[in-house]
């Protein structure tokens, strides 16, 4: 079994900053690409930031220049620093890290999630 734990978040005034972890712990071989995603009540979850296991990097374009996602594959960790966030950067995120597990399958693995509320 393969777990994915998320922390960091909280209550941020508009223009602060927040750093969110995601710890993947388990029965791990390897863990390939990382991802933030993003969900407000009502709208459908959204890609914000993705990393390969290789350090390649994907953003989502309302979040290009602001946030930062990076990982250490020696924690089977990622991590999105946050700055300069705005209101509109309220959500729950969530972490998703597709693994190889012990058992030689390979599956995207989800936390509960942690609340971000940027407030104005």
């Given at each position: 079994q393969v777990h994915?734990?998320?922390s960091g978040g909280g209550l941020v005034q508009a223009g602060g900053?927040?750093?969110l972890s995601c710890l993947a712990?388990?029965?791990?071989?390897?863990?390939?690409?990382?991802?933030?995603?993003r969900q407000v009540p009502g709208k459908q979850r959204e890609l914000v930031a993705s990393i390969t296991s290789g350090g390649s990097t994907n953003y989502a374009n309302s979040v290009k220049g602001r946030f930062t996602i990076s990982r250490d594959n020696t924690k089977n960790s990622a991590?999105?620093?946050?700055?300069?966030?705005?209101?509109?950067?309220?959500?729950?995120?969530?972490c998703n890290a597709e693994v190889t597990t012990r058992y030689w399958s390979r599956l995207?693995?989800?936390?509960q999630g942690t609340q971000v509320t940027v407030s104005s």
């Amino acid at each position: 079994q393969v777990h994915v734990v998320e922390s960091g978040g909280g209550l941020v005034q508009a223009g602060g900053s927040l750093r969110l972890s995601c710890l993947a712990s388990g029965s791990i071989v390897s863990i390939h690409a990382m991802g933030w995603y993003r969900q407000v009540p009502g709208k459908q979850r959204e890609l914000v930031a993705s990393i390969t296991s290789g350090g390649s990097t994907n953003y989502a374009n309302s979040v290009k220049g602001r946030f930062t996602i990076s990982r250490d594959n020696t924690k089977n960790s990622a991590y999105l620093q946050m700055a300069s966030l705005k209101p509109e950067d309220t959500a729950v995120y969530s972490c998703n890290a597709e693994v190889t597990t012990r058992y030689w399958s390979r599956l995207a693995y989800w936390g509960q999630g942690t609340q971000v509320t940027v407030s104005s």
